[in-house]
């Protein structure tokens, strides 16, 4: 009997444990079951690389956010559907501006279907919607999240999707798309590569290699542009910003980022290759300039200078555009609209020099005995100064003088001396008309 009892105690204490790890079971179901909705309504915790900021909101699905998209929901459906966003997002480029800051990299994508692309920034989250049927950067806060981090040539991708009770992540790489450039119809720099590609290219200034001191050195053999103001020395790898609807060269302090830019490389004496930028330096052009071809000087120097006489060692009588003139030595005489004149003040030279002032340059060396006699040396230059010809004009042999008769309108003795020019200076200053 003892022994029938203790194994029927035991029996029911083996039961009794069964029942208990049935119960404590029983009760570790109910609590997973019950707190699943608390699970499922945490926010996702999404870090980006280098972002100072964590995203922490439960973020719900409004389903008219997304009303013609593969975002769009069916009453049946039970989950949201995550689309592969490896077709939807184009990597176009990075901000290339040699002014651009490396520490805050601009990366340019574009989405399937958009007609404009969109600039994010790397490491930053940005939130995506739909559009009229295509994907886009968000104002606001939706369920698909993306973070694009730039490595090397590469841009790594994570797309994260918060929902009630669905989370999920994508990552991919893509590389920069290799498309064909062309400027969109709203793009800012159609006007500013319309204007560039007026302006030309011209050849050395002759001017500064004859006459160009140790000041114009680093002027000597360049090319030029010419813009609204003069003509301005080319430099390899130099910036220009596109500032007031014109372009103007970055000198040393002005603020360059914000506005479209152009790089000039000078890849030989007749070419220039320039690179463009727009103001987030995504959208980049690249062309070429060739420089102008130099034509002959239409002018015939024996022509300019009629009944060219010597007064003096350093001045010369001449009718030039039919009207009388002394020269002297160092003079610029200058041919504009209104015919030619002598340039006199140190403003009007800089301004010849800088190519505000053009037309055909005359200017005037000296006066030289050679085996035939007396000349007039000096330079004629073309209007853009690419062509310089050297010019040695003998003096018009004057007839005997009779007394009292024929007196000669452009001298006043019979000598060939310096005193012409105290005499001349009181009535007739160099170069002015007579």
């Not at 669905?166 to 500013?192: T, Y």
Request: with cysteine; net charge negative; glycine share 6%.
């Amino acid at each position: 009997m003892l022994y029938e009892s203790c194994y029927y105690l035991r029996s029911l204490r083996v039961v009794y444990l069964i029942n208990a790890a049935l119960m404590l079971l029983v009760a570790m179901l109910a609590l997973v079951f019950f707190s699943l909705p608390y699970f499922n309504e945490r926010s996702l915790n999404v870090v980006c690389p280098k972002l100072k900021r964590r995203v922490e909101k439960t973020i719900a699905l409004d389903l008219k956010a997304f009303p013609a998209s593969p975002l769009a929901l069916e009453e049946s459906d039970q989950q949201f559907p995550f689309i592969d966003l490896k077709d939807e997002v184009l990597f176009l480029g990075t901000n290339k501006r040699p002014d651009a800051d490396p520490s805050d990299p601009i990366l340019n994508v574009k989405f399937k279907g958009s007609k404009e692309s969109s600039i994010i920034r790397s490491d930053e989250l940005v939130f995506l919607t739909y559009n009229q049927g295509y994907m886009e950067v968000a104002d606001h806060e939706t369920p698909l999240m993306l973070c694009a981090q730039l490595q090397g040539d590469q841009l790594k991708l994570d797309a994260h999707l918060n929902l009630d009770g669905s989370s999920r992540q994508l990552s991919w790489s893509a590389a920069p798309a290799c498309l064909p450039k062309r400027l969109s119809s709203q793009s800012p720099l159609l006007k500013a590569v319309d204007r560039l590609k007026h302006m030309k290219v011209y050849g050395p200034d002759q001017l500064i290699k004859i006459y160009g001191g140790s000041e114009f050195s680093d002027k000597k053999g360049v090319l030029r542009l010419e813009t609204s103001t003069g003509m301005e020395p080319i430099e390899d790898g130099e910036l220009w910003v596109w500032k007031n609807a014109d372009w103007v060269r970055a000198k040393d302090g002005m603020q360059t980022q914000g506005f479209p830019i152009a790089q000039f490389f000078v890849r030989s004496s007749e070419q220039v290759d320039i690179k463009l930028w727009d103001a987030q330096g995504c959208d980049q052009v690249h062309f070429s300039l060739a420089t102008q071809r130099s034509s002959p000087i239409p002018i015939k120097v024996q022509e300019v200078f009629a009944q060219l006489r010597k007064r003096t060692h350093t001045s010369v009588s001449c009718r030039l555009g039919g009207r009388a003139r002394i020269l002297r030595t160092g003079d610029w005489i200058l041919k504009q609209a209104e015919g030619w004149r002598t340039l006199r003040s140190i403003n009007e030279i800089d301004a010849c020099v800088s190519g505000q002032l053009t037309g055909e340059l005359f200017v005037f060396d000296g006066i030289k005995k050679m085996a035939k006699g007396w000349c007039l040396q000096g330079h004629l230059f073309d209007q853009r100064r690419v062509q310089a010809q050297k010019v040695s004009l003998p003096f018009h042999v004057a007839q005997p003088k009779k007394q009292h008769k024929d007196i000669d309108a452009y001298d006043f003795d019979a000598f060939d001396d310096d005193d012409d020019d105290d005499f001349l200076s009181g009535f007739l200053p160099g170069g002015d008309d007579d």
